[in-house]
């Protein structure tokens, strides 16, 4: 189904709603262009309608939620036979076979998938919570407080996931308050020299007055720009962490559930972590995630005999178990990783081409249906500026589209796995008209 070629026009509905949103929400939480607030309606497969009835083309999947696309028939009849059944349990206390089953399924997905035994399972609501889960097991199973992680890596905004987040935009201005057991480290581009990016990192892990207890890595850095790190970049944690003690952990949030192709970023370098963490894909469209780790490693928290040290009201959610087991039913269909490689490849050309015009668009890149791709100005410094309004253009062409990266100028593509491979070309060829 490829894309309306006509200018999508701002409408009054949307802009009604901008101004009572305005009037009761944090002025800090939505961005509205105020040219063309859009607000969502209804969405089917890769397109998204809004209260204007005015069609989109979603080039984001909803922040990397739903790669399996909007609407898909069995999660909404699922969805609905569960609502009539039972919306809410006690997670902790009295919970529901669901969540026994998917944590079940979690565990034959991850670790007992790479060979590496069972895995067992902490359930949260938000990737936060399942960055917040790693890090706390990390602790409890180590013992050492300090934690490895890596500049621009994007882990949440919770003080938890805060704290371990690279990113001074967010940090900044909460700094006063956030404790100080992280240390970052660049996360390496192809042009680092493995063996002097090695010995700083095992200085980094080695301080006397520092004892790292978890390297906490995004396998491919997505809010952060789209970064695909060399090959030897996971193994080489591997080998750090098994040296020095510290437990790995993937936050494969974005980056799971075939968004890259593969199952996992993580499964490219055949690289096993302690610790990983699910979320946005795992339900396509219901707060919920996982912090899964080796058994052993979960072990590391104490008997609960009636009281959680670590729970919360929404844990286990029956809703979102459900959601959860249809989307893996779906994401595991023979084919998928297949197919998001086929289009990826679509994607990735397309990008390579738009580099070889010399519009000022380089470092096309991109692994699966995510790809980023950078806007600079004439010297070759990054253009936020233009980047922005290829965003905000774009959406009056009929796509949404997202920048990302530290500078604001990496263009970032996530969308459905469904989309059509005419409606990418044709996608990412509109670029075109921004050309520096
Ligand atoms: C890699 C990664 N980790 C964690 C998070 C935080 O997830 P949430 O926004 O659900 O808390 C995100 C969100 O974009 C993410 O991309």
């Known amino acids: 189904m490829l894309p309306l070629l006509k200018t999508v026009v701002p409408g009054p509905e949307s802009r009604r709603l901008a101004a009572e949103l305005a009037q009761n929400e944090s002025r800090n939480v939505t961005f509205l262009s105020p040219g063309f607030p859009v607000f969502w309606d209804r969405a089917e497969g890769a397109s998204v309608w809004d209260a204007d009835g005015n069609r989109f083309l979603d080039l984001t999947s909803g922040f990397g939620v739903a790669g399996l696309g909007y609407g898909e028939k069995s999660l909404v ?125 095992e200085e980094a892990l080695t301080q006397a007055d520092h004892p790292v207890g978890a390297i906490l890595v995004e396998p491919i850095q997505g809010r952060g720009g789209q970064n695909i790190p060399p090959n030897w970049f996971l193994p080489l944690l591997r080998r750090l962490a098994d040296r020095t003690g510290a437990l790995l952990i993937f936050d494969e949030i974005f980056t799971g559930w075939y968004r890259t192709g593969q199952r996992f ?10 610790l990983v963490c699910l979320g946005k894909a795992l339900t396509g469209g219901f707060p919920l995630s996982a912090c899964v780790g080796k058994a052993a490693v979960i072990d590391a928290w104490p008997l609960s005999t009636g009281e959680a040290i670590h729970t919360s009201t929404f844990l286990g959610n029956p809703l979102g178990c459900r959601m959860a087991l249809e989307s893996l039913r779906l994401l595991e269909a023979p084919g998928l990783g297949d197919l998001v490689m086929r289009k990826g490849e679509i994607l990735l050309a397309a990008l390579r081409d ?9 470092r096309a890149r991109g692994r699966g249906l995510m790809a980023g791709i950078d806007v600079v100005d004439r010297a070759g410094r990054p253009d936020p500026a233009r980047a922005g309004a290829i965003v905000e253009g774009m959406l009056a062409e009929g796509v949404i589209l997202l920048s990302d990266g530290p500078d604001r100028n990496t263009v970032a593509f996530t969308p459905p796995f469904v989309i059509g491979e005419e409606a990418l070309r044709w996608a990412v060829g509109r670029l ?5």
Request: aromatic share 10%; hydrophobic share 50%; charged share 20%.
């Open 77 to 201: 009849a699922a969805v609905a036979d569960q609502a009539a059944k039972l919306l809410h349990g006690m997670g902790d206390v009295h919970p529901t076979a669901l969540k026994a089953c998917l944590c079940a399924e979690l565990s034959r997905l991850t670790f007992e998938a790479w060979g590496a035994g069972p895995g067992k399972v902490i359930l949260g609501c938000t990737g936060a919570e399942a960055v917040e889960a790693a890090l706390k097991t990390a602790a409890l199973a180590t013992g050492k407080r300090g934690v490895l992680a890596f500049r621009n890596g994007y882990h949440g905004l919770g003080y938890g996931a805060l704290t371990v987040t690279g990113s001074d935009f967010f940090r900044a201005p909460f700094a006063a308050q956030l404790a100080d057991f992280a240390r970052f480290a660049p996360y390496p581009g192809h042009e680092f020299d493995a063996v002097t990016y090695a010995a700083s990192l």
């Open 265 to 274: 970023a993580c499964d490219y370098a055949m690289t096993v972590p302690d």
């Open 354 to 362: 738009l580099e070889a015009k010399d519009l000022g668009f380089v």
């Open 432 to 436: 075109e008209r921004w050309g520096a």
